[in-house]
């Protein structure tokens, strides 16, 4: 790895553009054991940082390929788009409108690339994105429930 990094930075140099060495993070996909036997990838001033997790176009990638990052992150910014969704209820919108904002602003949140990650999910990550149709957000809205039965059936 060593050598391949050399070499991007000498590619950089003759192109006349700059690696940002502050942004630079090197992840190693794959079992753990693999990850601790290999050297630290070393430039003049220090060495890259080994992240264990990172976001790459919106998809936040696990070294370990479980996909618990991506998950987190994507229920969390749903259950703020989904209290809005309430205020919204709570305001007297009508449910048309209601629908409309769930599939404009909280669905999408929740499909981003999911044919890259939604057949990986173990239960435990299913039943978690399973829980805004069952568990404490069943209230939100009859649109919010419609919307999300689209999902589960792209989950199962």
Do not use: C
Not at 36 to 60: C, D, M, Y
């Amino acid at each position: 790895m060593q050598d391949f990094f050399q070499q991007l930075l000498n590619g950089t140099n003759i192109n006349d553009m700059a690696v940002n060495f502050t942004k630079t993070k090197e992840m190693v996909m794959g079992p753990v054991a693999l990850s601790s036997n290999l050297p630290v990838i070393q430039w003049t001033e220090g060495q890259i940082e080994r992240a264990s997790s990172f976001k790459l176009l919106g998809l936040h990638l696990d070294a370990d390929f479980s996909w618990h990052s991506h998950v987190e992150a994507l229920t969390s910014k749903a259950t703020k788009r989904l209290y809005f969704l309430k205020q919204l209820k709570r305001a007297g919108v009508p449910h048309a409108q209601l629908l409309h904002f769930y599939l404009a602003v909280i669905r999408p949140v929740l499909e981003y690339a999911a044919p890259v990650w939604h057949h990986s999910l173990n239960k435990s990550q299913k039943n978690r994105l399973k829980q805004y149709k069952n568990g404490q957000y069943e209230s939100y809205s009859v649109a919010h429930v419609t919307g999300l039965i689209l999902l589960l059936l792209l989950l199962d």
